[in-house]
């Protein structure tokens, strides 16, 4: 292709992927499919792969790919980025108006402008002839750091404006806003982080300020961060006649404004929007703690000016506070659906933002040590949203030293099997495969099509297998019978023996499938291969020791620790055995059949193969010693390029990693 046509081409791709961008992340209507969408990417990835010159900086391709940071700059705002001034009733909001007025020289009411009051992290956006050149913290409102390549990876940042004919793009435009995450997604960052042993945040908002704050901008790119716009510092090539036209224009060029904004012909119709937006605060999505009300004629604005610290034309209206004291009553430990174990506060009843609490997350040891909260203490207690209350404070003050210090328990208080903390985890976890808390989890990943692949044991028949006390481990899936499977709900004839067909099939299966079904931690399908390459059976692999799986290339030290914890419990030695009288009996894999000459090698597949569905290539590796991952990097050995290789072929020929053709692969194999 010439390089005029490469880049009418680029130019095209990249204006249709703005705007469907813009459609998705910013009005939450796409006119595309993401595979629609996947593919007009990948397009522009082939095209700047192969022309790297025509590469800009607002090119969607360009979200992520700067390098870490060792640490971050420092930016001077053109304009302070001022703090509003509080009120914290109706009486005091009344009395902000009668100030406006009485320095206006008014009598009529004033028109505000109403808004939402994010709990996030302000942050400045500059754009120079409608492309954003730099991003940056509020700071002490005077300079902030450069967050420019961590704010470049929100899909709700534009990195070009969008032109409209009306509309004119401003020579330079800064533009203030909210950084934040919602609540959904909070909870699923900390229930993953909780799951991967690292430490959980506090809130949303301090989840958006770490997210924002890495050194790292992969990091912050996988964070579910998005923005609300809703003002400007700096304004060069546009004027405007009030605020309200000002977020209008934000809008049309790009930028995502809070769909609750609105505009209020004087103080009651404030205070009336104060309180419908109170009412309606725990139905939102995400976290706000209060009202932003601003003038909105800009003159009056200007006329009215501001003081050192705060505009003198707009306030704060802030909700009751979502805090509280009382006492803890004593600590236990609540077990989830993986197995881990969370200590809890249970609280003398209190209300906070008028809901009764009861009780508090305390997360996890670490987090329970380093607050020090003990069975008596008088704490103060958050809510936030539909997130558990957390106490966020110990009043040591109040000690009179009958208090208790609790300790984890080394058992499940539930199922009575061993709990184990892996080394450079912070959740303890029952091992116990039977554990009631984790049952129908463990029963539908040990029947998942790459597990034991019983087909038709979904969720809804697992809840009715365990709730009617038919299963009370995964061994007894195969001492169900048929009348029992018909008696449960949406269960008739046929598909009762096709379940029973699927769950008599499953006793032939082989061994890497077999210990990737127990749901051993930190075994995934990988570690059951190369267990399966030194040991023929379970029986083997629960006489290993310790320092034995170690020595094994790729088993490291909280892999093996797993490992022995998982087989030394009784009861999980109990459920064993009642697998293998069901029939269970998983062949062994046929080491001397294929040799090893992948062993150490780690591939990447990207592209769609000819000869290979994806599972059966990440197979043949496997099974020759090798392993297969998701992404390429510097340790991958090769990648595998089939018909439409994406970006993963870019990245391998970027950091010099050899690159195999099909052919080639089968080569590699037979080899």
Same mark, same amino acid.
């Given at each position: 292709?010439?390089?005029?046509?490469? &880049?009418?081409?680029?130019e095209? %791709? !990249?204006q249709?992927l703005?705007?469907?961008?813009?459609?998705?992340? *910013?009005?939450? /209507? +796409?006119?595309?499919?993401?595979a629609e969408?996947?593919?007009?990417?990948?397009?522009?990835?082939?095209?700047?792969?192969?022309?790297?010159e025509?590469?800009?900086?607002?090119?969607?391709?360009?979200?992520v790919?700067?390098a870490?940071?060792?640490?971050?700059?420092?930016?001077?705002?053109s304009?302070?980025m001022?703090?509003?001034d509080?009120?914290f009733?109706?009486a005091?909001v009344?009395?902000?108006?009668?100030r406006?007025?009485?320095?206006?020289?008014?009598s009529d009411?004033?028109?505000?402008?109403?808004?939402?009051k994010?709990?996030?992290?302000a942050?400045?956006?500059v754009?120079?002839?409608?492309?954003?050149?730099?991003?940056?913290?509020?700071?002490?409102?005077v300079?902030? &750091?450069?967050?420019?390549q961590? %704010? !470049?990876?929100?899909?709700t940042?534009?990195?070009r404006?969008?032109? *409209?004919?009306? /509309? +004119?793009?401003?020579?330079?435009?800064?533009v203030?806003?909210?950084v934040y995450?919602?609540?959904?997604d909070?909870q699923?960052?900390?229930?993953r982080?909780?799951e991967?042993?690292e430490?959980t945040?506090?809130?949303?908002?301090?989840?958006?300020?770490?997210?924002?704050?890495?050194?790292?901008?992969?990091?912050?790119?996988?964070?579910?961060?998005?923005?609300?716009?809703?003002?400007?510092?700096r304004?060069?090539?546009?004027?405007?006649?009030?605020?309200?036209?000002?977020?209008?224009?934000?809008?049309?060029?790009?930028?995502?404004?809070?769909?609750?904004?609105?505009?209020?012909?004087?103080?009651?119709?404030?205070?009336?929007y104060y309180?419908?937006?109170?009412?309606?605060?725990?139905t939102?999505?995400?976290?706000?703690?209060?009202?932003?009300?601003?003038?909105?004629?800009?003159?009056?604005?200007?006329a009215?000016?501001t003081?050192?610290?705060?505009?003198?034309?707009a306030?704060?209206?802030?909700?009751?506070?979502?805090?509280?004291?009382?006492r803890?009553?004593?600590?236990?430990?609540?077990?989830?659906?993986t197995?881990?174990l969370?200590p809890?506060?249970?609280?003398?009843?209190?209300?906070?933002?008028g809901v009764?609490?009861?009780?508090?997350?305390?997360?996890?040891?670490?987090?329970l040590?380093?607050?020090?909260?003990?069975?008596?203490?008088w704490?103060m207690?958050?809510?936030?949203?539909?997130?558990?209350?957390?106490i966020?404070?110990?009043?040591?003050?109040?000690?009179?030293?009958e208090?208790?210090?609790f300790?984890?328990?080394t058992?499940?208080?539930?199922?009575?099997?061993?709990?184990?903390?892996?080394?450079?985890?912070?959740?303890?976890?029952?091992?116990?495969?039977?554990?009631?808390?984790k049952?129908?989890?463990?029963?539908?990943?040990?029947a998942?099509?790459?597990?034991?692949d019983?087909?038709?044991?979904?969720?809804?028949?697992v809840?009715?297998?365990?709730e009617?006390?038919?299963?009370?481990?995964?061994?007894?899936?195969?001492?169900?019978?048929?009348?029992?499977?018909?008696?449960?709900?949406?269960?008739a004839?046929?598909?009762a023996?096709?379940?029973?067909?699927?769950?008599?099939?499953?006793?032939?299966?082989?061994f890497?499938r077999?210990?990737?079904?127990?749901?051993?931690?930190h075994?995934?399908?990988?570690?059951?291969?190369?267990?399966?390459?030194?040991?023929?059976d379970?029986?083997a692999?629960?006489?290993a020791?310790?320092?034995?799986?170690?020595g094994?290339?790729?088993?490291g030290?909280?892999?093996?620790?797993?490992?022995?914890a998982?087989?030394?419990?009784?009861?999980?030695?109990?459920v064993?055995?009642?697998?293998?009288?069901?029939?269970?009996?998983?062949?062994?894999?046929?080491?001397?059949?294929?040799?090893?000459?992948?062993?150490?090698?780690?591939?990447v597949?990207?592209?769609?193969?000819?000869?290979?569905?994806?599972?059966?290539?990440?197979?043949?590796?496997?099974v020759?010693?090798?392993?297969?991952t998701?992404s390429?990097?510097?340790?991958?050995?090769?990648?595998?390029a089939?018909?439409?290789?994406g970006?993963?072929?870019?990245?391998?020929r970027k950091?010099?990693?050899?690159?195999l053709?099909?052919?080639?692969?089968?080569?590699?194999?037979?080899s």
């Amino acid at each position: 292709m010439e390089r005029q046509e490469a &880049e009418r081409q680029i130019e095209q %791709l !990249r204006q249709q992927l703005q705007y469907h961008n813009y459609r998705y992340h *910013v009005l939450d /209507d +796409p006119q595309i499919t993401d595979a629609e969408y996947d593919q007009m990417m990948r397009r522009l990835q082939d095209l700047e792969a192969a022309f790297p010159e025509l590469i800009t900086p607002d090119s969607p391709t360009q979200r992520v790919g700067a390098a870490p940071l060792e640490v971050f700059g420092t930016v001077l705002h053109s304009l302070p980025m001022l703090s509003l001034d509080n009120a914290f009733s109706a009486a005091e909001v009344r009395d902000f108006d009668a100030r406006i007025r009485r320095q206006l020289g008014r009598s009529d009411p004033i028109e505000y402008v109403a808004e939402p009051k994010i709990d996030g992290l302000a942050v400045e956006l500059v754009y120079v002839d409608g492309l954003f050149v730099q991003g940056a913290t509020r700071g002490d409102g005077v300079r902030g &750091e450069d967050i420019t390549q961590n %704010l !470049r990876t929100i899909k709700t940042v534009p990195l070009r404006l969008m032109t *409209v004919a009306h /509309d +004119p793009l401003p020579q330079r435009l800064e533009v203030r806003g909210e950084v934040y995450m919602t609540k959904l997604d909070f909870q699923r960052l900390n229930a993953r982080r909780e799951e991967e042993g690292e430490p959980t945040f506090a809130n949303p908002r301090n989840a958006s300020a770490g997210s924002l704050r890495q050194l790292d901008p992969r990091i912050t790119a996988g964070r579910p961060l998005a923005v609300f716009c809703h003002g400007v510092g700096r304004l060069e090539g546009a004027m405007f006649r009030t605020y309200w036209d000002l977020l209008q224009s934000l809008a049309r060029w790009g930028f995502r404004i809070n769909p609750h904004s609105a505009t209020c012909q004087g103080i009651e119709a404030a205070l009336a929007y104060y309180e419908r937006l109170r009412e309606e605060r725990e139905t939102l999505p995400y976290e706000i703690d209060g009202v932003v009300l601003k003038v909105n004629m800009l003159g009056l604005q200007d006329a009215l000016g501001t003081r050192s610290r705060s505009p003198r034309w707009a306030l704060a209206y802030k909700f009751e506070p979502k805090q509280a004291i009382t006492r803890v009553k004593k600590i236990s430990v609540q077990v989830g659906r993986t197995g881990a174990l969370t200590p809890v506060a249970l609280l003398e009843p209190v209300q906070v933002a008028g809901v009764e609490v009861s009780r508090a997350s305390l997360h996890n040891p670490d987090e329970l040590a380093r607050k020090d909260v003990r069975a008596g203490d008088w704490v103060m207690v958050q809510r936030a949203g539909d997130v558990i209350p957390e106490i966020i404070e110990v009043l040591k003050e109040r000690r009179t030293g009958e208090e208790q210090l609790f300790a984890m328990p080394t058992c499940c208080p539930i199922c009575g099997s061993a709990v184990v903390r892996l080394e450079d985890e912070v959740v303890p976890r029952c091992v116990g495969l039977s554990c009631p808390a984790k049952l129908k989890e463990s029963i539908v990943h040990f029947a998942s099509k790459r597990a034991m692949d019983i087909d038709g044991l979904g969720d809804k028949t697992v809840d009715q297998l365990v709730e009617r006390g038919l299963v009370k481990d995964i061994g007894d899936l195969y001492f169900v019978a048929k009348e029992d499977v018909l008696k449960l709900d949406r269960l008739a004839d046929k598909s009762a023996s096709n379940l029973m067909a699927a769950i008599e099939r499953s006793k032939q299966t082989t061994f890497p499938r077999f210990l990737y079904a127990l749901g051993i931690r930190h075994v995934g399908e990988h570690v059951a291969a190369v267990l399966a390459r030194q040991y023929a059976d379970w029986q083997a692999l629960q006489r290993a020791g310790y320092e034995e799986l170690q020595g094994i290339h790729e088993i490291g030290p909280r892999i093996a620790q797993s490992i022995v914890a998982f087989f030394q419990d009784t009861g999980n030695q109990g459920v064993l055995e009642k697998l293998h009288r069901g029939g269970v009996h998983p062949a062994p894999l046929q080491r001397s059949a294929v040799d090893q000459s992948l062993r150490g090698k780690t591939l990447v597949f990207t592209g769609e193969l000819q000869a290979y569905t994806r599972a059966e290539a990440k197979r043949l590796v496997e099974v020759r010693g090798g392993r297969v991952t998701a992404s390429v990097s510097r340790s991958t050995s090769y990648v595998v390029a089939g018909a439409e290789a994406g970006s993963k072929l870019d990245q391998a020929r970027k950091l010099g990693v050899t690159v195999l053709t099909e052919d080639e692969f089968q080569a590699l194999l037979s080899s």
